[in-house]
Structures are given as structure tokens and as C-alpha cells.
């Protein structure tokens, strides 16, 4: 990686937000394929994962082009084994090389860690697979039209730093608007991590309701042993918050999110 590491500025403070606009958290952590799951998942997890009843498998399809073979596409299904809460706001996936916990229901990173934790270390007792050999975390941060009124005489300059506007810059949502712009950027955190942001506006399900899209995934392919993991998972955490701060300008995020 190069020696450009960014967001510029870094926060100390990463858990304080009142009405934190994230609509849905995960976490996926990739280790060598373990083939025994693709079998079936072991029954042992069933009662370790008790806060997880709901257990549903999914057939993936997995599309892979082979160009030794005139391009022969080969298709592979594998299963994929998903434990949900009651509430169905959180749940908890494992395929044979990956894990993943992901919530659409999110309250704060300590309460978010300790159900990943309860999940992991299942997963951990039954497999104990000898390394992991990536971890992405990923936040999908929704700021909703009403914070476009176009009453207020805002305009989404009083909102987003200029960086992250591209065409929009000084644009004032109206009554009748229709548009839509997203971009994608990828950056150096640090040496061994890496970011990719995809931001922009878009259309709700509403056909009239405006928001800005700041879905963030960090993540590293070092190899590291289960020593580390939430080690780096808070690091990687601290990255994603700061580059929702890089993006949401201080005055807009210090009266609606502080």
C-alpha cells in the first residue's frame, strides 16, 4: 500500500451518537474453508447459540468462469447456515470459509460486540479454525429526507463536506426533485487496512424520500489468530467512525447526532 493513510483527522470519542442513522452493522470474519460445514452444521451449535433460535439454511450460488475451458461457467451451490434472534434483528451466518454477525437494529458498538462475541465464540468452541485470514466490519449510515426539508433553506453544503458532494455541491432539495448520485472511494487507513466507502443520494422505497448513503467496509487481509481479533475489530470500528465525521460536516453533526 502507498503512504497516503487517510481520513485526516482522527476522534476520540467513537460511541457518544444519539440517533446514530445506521440502518444495518456487520462483521465478517474469513478463515481457511472448513468443508464439514458444508455437510451440515454441527448440532452442538444449536444449544451454544440459545439466544439465536431461528435457524434457517440458505442454498448460495456461487458463478466462477473458467477461461482455460472456452469460458465455461461453473456453477456451485453451498450452504450457508443463518441463526436469528427472535426479533429477527440480529443474526449470525456460517459458511464454510466465513462468519458473519450482522444487526439492523443498531444501539451502540459495546452492545454490538458483546452478541458478535456470543456468536463468535461458538463458532470458535465447535471449529476452531487454525487462523483467520480477513476481517471486514461494515456500516450502512442512512441520513433520511427530513433532514433535506426544504423549508429549512438548507442546503446539503450545511451538511456534507465538499469532498463527498461531487455535482451536488450547494444543491437545495425541492418539493419535486428526482435525483440520485453515488460514488465509490477506496483509502489507506493505516498499512495493512484498507476502506471502501460507497456515498451518495439515492431513493428510498418512498419515491419521495431523499437520503444520503455512507456505507463504509473496513477491512485487512492480515493473518492473525483469535488472540487479536477484537483487538482489531475496535481499531477498525475507530476507522469507520472517523470517516463518517470526515464525511457529515461538525455543526450539522453536533446538533442532530451529539
Not at 470458535?124 to 423549508?151: A, G, H, Q, W
Not at 456534507?160 to 455535482?167: D, K, Q, T, V, W
Amino acid at each position: 500500500m502507498g503512504d497516503f493513510l487517510y481520513p485526516p483527522k482522527h476522534y476520540e470519542e467513537h460511541e457518544h451518537l444519539r440517533n446514530a442513522p445506521i440502518e444495518e452493522a456487520a462483521c465478517q470474519i474469513s478463515f481457511p474453508p472448513i468443508l464439514r460445514i458444508n455437510e451440515g452444521i454441527d448440532s452442538r451449535m444449536q444449544d451454544l447459540l440459545s439466544d439465536f433460535p431461528i435457524i434457517n439454511t440458505i442454498i448460495e450460488t456461487e458463478t466462477q468462469i473458467n477461461i482455460q475451458a472456452t469460458s465455461e461457467i461453473i456453477t456451485t451451490n453451498k450452504p450457508a447456515y443463518q441463526f436469528s434472534t427472535e426479533s429477527k434483528f440480529d443474526s449470525a451466518i456460517f459458511r464454510a470459509g466465513s462468519f458473519t454477525f450482522q444487526t439492523i437494529k443498531y444501539d451502540s458498538w459495546s452492545q454490538f460486540v458483546s452478541k458478535l462475541k456470543k456468536a463468535y465464540e461458538a463458532f470458535v468452541t465447535v471449529y476452531n479454525p487454525p487462523f483467520r485470514s480477513r476481517i471486514d466490519i461494515r456500516f450502512i449510515n442512512v441520513i433520511e429526507k427530513e433532514l433535506f426539508d426544504p423549508k429549512s433553506g438548507r442546503t446539503i453544503s450545511d451538511i456534507i463536506e465538499p469532498l463527498f458532494l461531487g455535482p451536488m455541491e450547494g444543491f437545495q432539495f425541492e418539493e419535486n426533485s428526482r435525483i440520485a448520485y453515488t460514488a465509490q472511494l477506496l483509502i489507506n487507513n493505516d498499512v495493512i487496512t484498507s476502506s471502501q466507502i460507497n456515498y451518495g443520494f439515492f431513493m428510498k422505497s418512498d419515491p419521495d424520500k431523499f437520503a444520503y448513503l455512507i456505507d463504509t467496509d473496513v477491512y485487512s487481509t492480515k493473518q492473525r489468530d483469535k488472540a487479536t481479533v477484537f483487538e482489531d475489530l475496535e481499531k477498525y470500528h475507530n476507522y469507520a467512525y472517523d470517516i463518517f465525521r470526515w464525511i457529515i460536516k461538525d455543526e450539522f453533526f453536533n446538533l442532530h447526532f451529539k
